[in-house]
């Protein structure tokens, strides 16, 4: 148990529809009451975020207040809300046990990539994934060396390198794994792999030992054919020769109330 002072900052996130806008007025009077400062401009100095909305709003404020070090918490206003965990209707037995210290931290592990082109290299960093794949629908190319192996040479729509985090978003939509999110991998899956006499490529997902890199180096005709996409996020890059993913030494906290919870959620959210 550990007790969280009155005074304490909290950062309320949300989206505009409607639902999420009543959730956060709500949820505001409830912590107040408490004593707790809430701020609906983001503060640097609070003690947790509560993101309101859907998964989609939860990876939109990570990325927006740049990987911050302040658990989040979400309210699921949204469609699926996989990773959020209180309900709108439940938000009092949040609050109590926010107030008693019943929860846990769980580390939420992410995906960096260094985008080398041909004259400097970029940082990106992913909570859900980060996306190889070919500009206007084109067929790409990919050397794919795991560990310093040489695997294979990928041809198709492009890879997905997934988080455990992840694993039930694009990648589950894509056949990879489900992952459990305290394990430390990667997960390589193939989107739309060709397999024939022509082209041979990995029809399924790998997952990677977290001390391994992923080098994936387009082949040179490719080079201006890649899209890289983050949690969503698209960014075009001209002339990439080489790509390096690793699990990043960052990670998220999130606030747990219910730690044993990921399996009954799975079978709640997709079965
Ligand atoms: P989005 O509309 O924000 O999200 C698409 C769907 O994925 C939503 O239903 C969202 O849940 C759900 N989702 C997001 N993260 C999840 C997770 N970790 N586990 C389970 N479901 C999750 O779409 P976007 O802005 O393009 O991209 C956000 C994410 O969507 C990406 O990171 C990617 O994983 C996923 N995506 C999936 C596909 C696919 O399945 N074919 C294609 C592109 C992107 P909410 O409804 O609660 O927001």
Known sequence: MNYNSKKDIINIIHNDNYKSVETAKELT??????????????????????CIGGDGAFLRAVHNYGFPDIPFVGVNTGH??????????????????????DYILEEIYLVE???CTRTSCIELIGVNEIVIKGIESKVIHLNVSIADNYLERFSGDGVIISTPTGSTAYNFSAGGSIIFPT????QITP??????????????????????TIK???????????????DGIQHKYDNIVEINLTMSD????????NPNSFWSNLKDKFI
Not at 29 to 50: H, M, P, Q, R, W
Not at 80 to 101: A, M, R, W
Not at 202 to 210: E, F, G, K, P
């Open 113 to 115: 990539a260094s985008i």
């Open 80 to 101: 699926l809300g996989f990773f959020q965990e209180i309900s709108p209707d439940n938000l009092n037995d949040f609050v109590k046990s926010y107030v008693n210290g």
């Open 216 to 230: 994936i180096n387009p082949e040179y005709r490719d080079e201006n054919s890649i899209l890289i996409v983050v």
């Open 250 to 257: 960052m990670t998220i906290n999130k606030l747990t109330l």
């Open 191 to 212: 989107l739309a792999p060709i397999s024939s006499k022509v082209y041979r490529s990995l029809t399924t997902s790998a997952i990677v030992h977290n001390d391994m």
């Open 29 to 50: 009077e409830k912590l107040e009451k408490e004593g707790f400062i809430v701020s609906d401009t983001y503060d640097y100095k609070a003690k947790l975020n509560i």
């Open 183 to 186: 394990l430390q991998v990667l």
